[in-house]
Structure formats: structure tokens, C-alpha cells
């Protein structure tokens, strides 16, 4: 009686349309939530760059459009994926071995079509040469300053990522969204002006690609993933790698000293 139950009650469960591996539709999730973050960075830090110039060029407006569109973004799918939306973060989990090579391919695959996407919506909606100009250095920023400013704004970002999101000892998970997002205003108040503080090769790759405007476009995949790699490896090695220090005092003197961070307990 109960196996004819049991195997009637299998026949009328419904059928999914599409059935997924646990693993692929694992990766599924987290790089349709990858597209989402790429493609709301591109589509909201790019569309205030390009209104900003009908309005009398707001840097306040565009640095916080884009340090909104992350933090608001992490917040809401950094427990889904991690919320990189970058390819240099991605890349600075790749070598510190917090992700697989095949998840961080897929990532890098949904970060750069959610930032294509992103582009050619704007180029829709605007002016085709307007997408592409914030994607390329200004006349009289050589290559190699532009380099180090992505190189520098880039680190920033991948330590501020390391010290909130990655690191446990750090400032709560739930408001690492906000520390980020910050971290990407202030860049943008520098580097605004003179390189579009892409910070991300994806941010740039949108937008040339749509704009097909092609000058210094090494300098948005060199100079954001130098700084990833530099800021990601002396953090985890830093910070994150060696053993942490015995707590000072004995259990018999009844005080636990703090150590950084922490609230002595007596």
C-alpha cells in the first residue's frame, strides 16, 4: 500500500520547464545576481555621467550615483553572490583562492554582459559618442598617470571590499555595502575628472564597446586589476593569514585583554 502511494505521489509532482544541476543552477543564481550588479553600476553611474553634462557637469551627482548603485546593490545580492560586480574584485578572490577559476569565469562572463547591456541601453536612450566618453582618459592625462590613478582608486576599493566584507573581525557584513559604496564616491571625487574612476574593466568595457570608442582601453583592465592584486594580497597576508596573537592575560588574573577591535570582558 504505501510504496503505490508513494509512487503515485511521485507521478503528480509537477515537472520543472528546466532542470539544473545543483552546481550549475548554484552558479546560475549567483551570475544572473552578477548581471544585476554590473548592469545597475553601468546603467545608473553611466547614465548620471552622461546627464550630468546637460546640467553642468555635477561631479557630487555622478560620484554618488555610482557609490549608490554599489552599495545599494551589495546590500542586496552580497549574500547571494558575494556582490563583486567587478572583475578585478573577482579577480583578487581568484588568486587569494576564495573562489574557483570556473565560478570567477562565470562571473567575469555575467559582469562584462551586464555592462554591455547596461551600454547599449544608455546608447539607446542618449547620444551614441556621450556612452563612451566617460570609458577613456582626457587629452591631457598621459597613459601612465591614468594608469596609477585606476591602479590606486582600484586598491582602495579592494581594501575597503577585504577589510568589511572578507575580513570577520572587521565592520558587520550587513553594512559592508556602505563602506564600499563610499569608498567608490570618494575615488570618483578624485579620479572623476580625469579617468572616469572606472575602478572596474567591465565599468569601461560597457561603454567602449557600445560608444566604440577604443583610447586607452588597456588602461581600465591593467591599472584596476594591479590594484585589486596588490590590495587583496597584503591584506590577506597581512591581516588574514598569520595566526592570531594568544589573548593576554591568564585565566587566573580574571582579565581577557582585548585585542584590536575587541571590549575587554572584566
Request: proline share 7%; glycine share 12%.
Amino acid at each position: 500500500m504505501y510504496p503505490a502511494a508513494s509512487v503515485l505521489t511521485h507521478r503528480l509532482r509537477p515537472t520543472p520547464l528546466v532542470a539544473f544541476r545543483p552546481v550549475d543552477q548554484d552558479m546560475l543564481r549567483r551570475g544572473v545576481a552578477e548581471f544585476i550588479g554590473a548592469f545597475t553600476l553601468i546603467f545608473v553611474g553611466g547614465g548620471a555621467g552622461i546627464a550630468s553634462v546637460y546640467y553642468g557637469n555635477n561631479i557630487v551627482a555622478v560620484a554618488l550615483a555610482n557609490g549608490l548603485a554599489i552599495g545599494i546593490m551589495v546590500t542586496n545580492l552580497g549574500h547571494i553572490s558575494g556582490g563583486h560586480f567587478n572583475p578585478s574584485i573577482t579577480l583578487g578572490f581568484l588568486v587569494t583562492r576564495r573562489i574557483t577559476p570556473r565560478l570567477a569565469v562565470v562571473y567575469w562572463a555575467c559582469q562584462l554582459l551586464g555592462a554591455v547591456v547596461a551600454a547599449y541601453i544608455l546608447r539607446y536612450l542618449f547620444a551614441k559618442g556621450s556612452v563612451g566618453a566617460f570609458a577613456a582618459p582626457i587629452s591631457h592625462t598621459t597613459d601612465a598617470k591614468a594608469v596609477v590613478l585606476e591602479l590606486i582608486m582600484t586598491a582602495f576599493l579592494v581594501w575597503a571590499v577585504w577589510a568589511t566584507a572578507v575580513d570577520p573581525r572587521g565592520a558587520f557584513k550587513s553594512i559592508a555595502g556602505l563602506a564600499i559604496g563610499l569608498t567608490i564616491t570618494i575615488d570618483v571625487f578624485v579620479g572623476g575628472p580625469f579617468t572616469g574612476a572606472a575602478m572596474n574593466p567591465a565599468r569601461a568595457f560597457g561603454p567602449e564597446l557600445a560608444g566604440n570608442m577604443w583610447h586607452g582601453w588597456w588602461i581600465y583592465w591593467v591599472g584596476p586589476a594591479a590594484g585589486a592584486l596588490l590590495a587583496a594580497l597584503v591584506y590577506e597576508y597581512l591581516y588574514l593569514r598569520p595566526a592570531r596573537p594568544p589573548v593576554v592575560g591568564t585565566p587566573e588574573s580574571g582579565v581577557d585583554e582585548p585585542r584590536p577591535g575587541e571590549t575587554a570582558t572584566s
